[in-house]
């Protein structure tokens, strides 16, 4: 991966903080892209430069060459004349990599050797653009530019997940890489579970809802909204689905609750979050999931007022093919009575939240990313003892 193999190496990791536009092609070359030069016109461009990588296993040693490669025209100095700092023997363009178009040979001999790849790129850097400042001012290759993802074909992101790059759990993170989730209702945990998990590896995230966007909505989900954004009672699923299209591909947004005509749907994915109030439907649901062999986990919350303050449990209740004889004491399946001590109106963003992470943080572990040495089908966590109390798949709490 190109941006796990920048995040381990110092050296490239520094060029990326410093506002460089790095990418590493084929794993061996090292591209640093919008570096400004002048041409023999005297205009300031852009070029790129192209480095072979000397690597210890992934980690990066001092360069092996004080060669580098240029895309680009040939660079000149300020006064139209060929930058002699940097000229080579061999003046013609060659092809590196079929990912690489063809570039000229340069050559800067520091004083002894290039300590590392920081270095390298530097002096390369240093020697181009001030050529280039001495006609623009302002001109700099440190422009903080992000790269798009570009080490798989069919990755989910809009742009590289060096999160998971600089913190070595890109190996982690591709265990989530071919789930297809759905995410039932869409409003306060649910919008938190969808923030979740489109951070992650999943392939898709359905979103079904056929409920409005409402002013209230604004103060249980994630992010800021403006007044603007608030006016035409848009479709939950569909304003939260465009909202996370920026960042990835695969959310797909479903303007149509769950009910009888569809919810055998619901089969097709490996997890459904169930994020809604207590309905006849969910008994449905819990059955499908159960005969497609379906992770369903729901998610509750029960708040009761103790004189000024509140009070109350986040419930948190996973189900599969093998675990789900707890289903009917711990998730109100008729929905048609009083409202049970877990599915209330009552609901403020911290909780919806905490109720999101907690189901997230279980969909993790039951697929290897987090450690799971309980295997906990059900959490509750109490407000005003702050505690978590966790039943067990053999019974036990």
Request: charged share 25%.
């Amino acid at each position: 991966m190109s941006h796990a193999l920048i995040a381990r190496n110092t050296d490239l990791r520094r060029l990326q903080t410093e506002g460089y536009a790095l990418r590493v092609v084929d794993g061996a070359y090292l591209v640093i892209e919008d570096i400004p030069y002048v041409d023999a016109h005297g205009a300031v461009l852009d070029g790129t430069l192209v480095m072979e990588l000397t690597l210890s296993g992934d980690v990066t040693v001092p360069p092996a060459t004080h060669v580098a490669h240029w895309g680009g025209e040939f660079p000149h100095d300020a006064a139209g004349d060929k930058l002699v700092a940097l000229i080579h023997e061999a003046m013609g363009r060659q092809s590196l990599s079929e990912l690489l178009p063809p570039t000229y040979q340069l050559s800067a001999k520091p004083d002894g050797h290039y300590r590392d790849y920081h270095h390298k790129v530097a002096t390369y850097v240093e020697i181009l653009s001030r050529e280039a400042r001495r006609i623009s001012p302002g001109a700099t290759a440190q422009r903080w530019r992000v790269i798009a993802a570009q080490d798989d074909a069919d990755g989910v992101f809009l742009y590289a997940d060096t999160a998971s790059a600089r913190q070595n759990t890109t190996d982690i993170a591709r265990k989530l890489k071919g789930e297809r989730i759905a995410i039932v209702g869409v409003g306060g945990t649910g919008t938190y579970v969808l923030d979740f998990v489109a951070k992650t590896w999943a392939l898709e995230i359905h979103l079904f809802d056929d409920d409005p966007f409402l002013q209230h909505n604004a103060f249980r989900a994630p992010g800021p909204f403006s007044r603007d954004e608030l006016e035409g009672g848009a479709i939950k699923s569909q304003f939260h689905g465009a909202r996370y299209a920026r960042m990835r591909r695969g959310i797909i947004a479903h303007d149509t609750c769950i009910d009888d005509t569809n919810v055998q749907e619901l089969g097709a994915f490996d997890t459904v979050f169930l994020c809604m109030d207590g309905h006849p439907i969910k008994a449905k649901i819990l059955e499908t999931c159960i005969a497609h062999n379906t992770l369903l986990i729901d998610v509750g919350m029960g708040l009761y007022r103790v004189k000024d303050s509140l009070a109350g449990t986040v419930r948190t209740t996973l189900c599969s093919a093998e675990h789900h004889a707890h289903a009917n004491s711990c998730i109100d399946m008729a929905g048609d009575e009083a409202p049970g001590e877990y599915e209330r109106n009552a609901q403020l963003a911290e909780l919806n939240a905490l109720n999101a992470a907690l189901a997230v943080i279980r969909w993790k572990k039951a697929r290897g990313f987090y450690n799971d040495l309980g295997r906990e089908c059900n959490s509750e966590y109490v407000i005003d003892g702050n505690k978590l109390i966790n039943s067990y798949v053999d019974g036990a709490s």
